[in-house]
């Protein structure tokens, strides 16, 4: 029996994201609906190269001729053969087409706008008219966190949060959550599988992420407010829920959709600033969080590059799979950002407080112990001179 005679492999049997999978079918589903001769995955599989080959070359100047028209941005043309390349990879047959000649056919790329990160002042306006403690807790976390626009579509439950300390004592101040995971992770499991060398024990994109103080206090306020509503808290209860007119009903998690919303519902009663180039707007709607935090992250000096990284759900990172911190050792990075990623001035100016005074403690106990180890060795120096003075009167 041949490859092609046995079952097929449809993208939904891989190991990709969810969300990116949803990508790759919503690529092919397009290219279904151009093509005469391709309709479903074993169209695809089944076609004859030569077939193939023209019919997708046609698809690529149909997709450049919706781009003249304005339909369609330059820089999409190429994603929109993603998941045609990943369908005929699965199934043996990603050498059949010749890529170079489509690629020649696609129009030139453009310089992408939508890279201005929001502001402090701009994310305090967005807080100001937030209109209820559960929009202020999602956009409080969005920014302390920087997550990719699929986070939501992915659980975000109590179980995948524990609470973690800024100063390293009891006061628990900061929360650490778990991104881009299952169902049926929690936070155990995860310290378990960051401690695991076998990089098959790690789903592709799941991750840490952290709260500062300031989003930390308006979640667990956010919290508060449902639990008075009459909501029993389990640890399979969304940490973001979505509108509800009675807190005893079952909670659901709120949606990518309804976050992406709440945004533009906000941005546009805080009279946020933003310019549209070509078909994007120089601060994205949800991404400008993201902006904000790789920014803010990566201007501090002292925040280790490859943490950063992996902070922000980058696959490998500048380390590749190699490093593999604990919560505890990303936690550290991060709450060097701490003071940056602030929106409020006075607690901001609290926290760059807390961290002065916490470089000035290292400080003193490096002064201390070299000190100590002075006077140490003052002593071993006179105690030697005092026992060849002994010796030397002896004689």
Not at 100 to 118: D, F, R
Not at 181 to 206: C, K, P
Not at 240 to 256: E, M
Not at 304 to 311: A, R, S
Request: hydrophobic residues 30%.
């Amino acid at each position: 029996m041949s490859e092609l005679d046995e079952k097929l492999n449809s993208i939904w049997d891989t190991d990709n994201p969810i969300d990116t999978k949803k990508i790759y079918q919503n690529h092919l589903d397009l290219y279904y609906r151009y093509s005469n001769y391709v309709k479903n995955l074993e169209d695809l599989i089944r076609c004859p190269s030569d077939t193939l080959q023209k019919d997708l070359e046609g698809y690529c100047m149909f997709l450049a001729q919706r781009v003249k028209n304005g339909e369609l941005s330059p820089n999409s043309v190429s994603q929109k053969f993603s998941g045609i390349k990943n369908a005929l990879e699965n199934n043996y047959r990603e050498n059949d087409i010749k890529w170079k000649p489509i690629k020649n056919k696609s129009p030139h790329k453009v310089k992408l706008s939508g890279y201005t990160p929001y502001t402090n002042e701009y994310v305090q306006k967005m807080l100001f008219h937030a209109g209820s403690t559960r929009n202020r807790a999602i956009i409080l976390f969005q920014n302390s966190i920087g997550p990719r626009m699929g986070v939501c579509d992915h659980p975000l439950l109590k179980k995948h949060t524990v609470m973690m300390s800024s100063t390293f004592d009891d006061n628990l101040d900061c929360m650490a959550v778990i991104l881009y995971g299952d169902y049926d992770i929690d936070t155990d499991e995860m310290d378990m599988r960051n401690e695991q060398d076998d990089e098959s024990s790690f789903q592709e994109a799941t991750c840490w992420g952290f709260l500062t103080p300031e989003a930390t206090k308006v979640v667990l306020e956010y919290w508060k407010e449902r639990e008075n509503d009459g909501e029993i808290f389990t640890p399979d209860t969304p940490i973001f829920r979505a509108t509800y007119r009675l807190g005893i009903t079952r909670a659901k998690q709120v949606s990518r959709g309804s976050v992406s919303q709440i945004f533009k519902r906000v941005v546009e009663s805080a009279k946020i600033p933003r310019v549209k180039k070509g078909r994007r707007y120089d601060i994205q709607l949800t991404h400008g969080n993201r902006k904000r935090f790789n920014t803010k992250l990566k201007l501090n000096n002292d925040v280790n590059d490859n943490v950063t990284e992996k902070l922000m759900a980058h696959k490998k990172g500048l380390d590749g799979v190699y490093l593999r911190p604990s919560r505890v050792e990303f936690f550290k990075e991060f709450v060097k950002a701490i003071p940056e990623l602030t929106t409020d001035g006075t607690a901001r100016k609290q926290a760059e407080l807390e961290q002065k005074e916490k470089e000035n403690a290292m400080l003193r106990d490096v002064i201390d112990k070299t000190l100590s180890d002075h006077d140490r060795d003052l002593k071993k120096l006179m105690a030697k001179t005092i026992s060849i003075q002994e010796h030397q009167s002896q004689n």
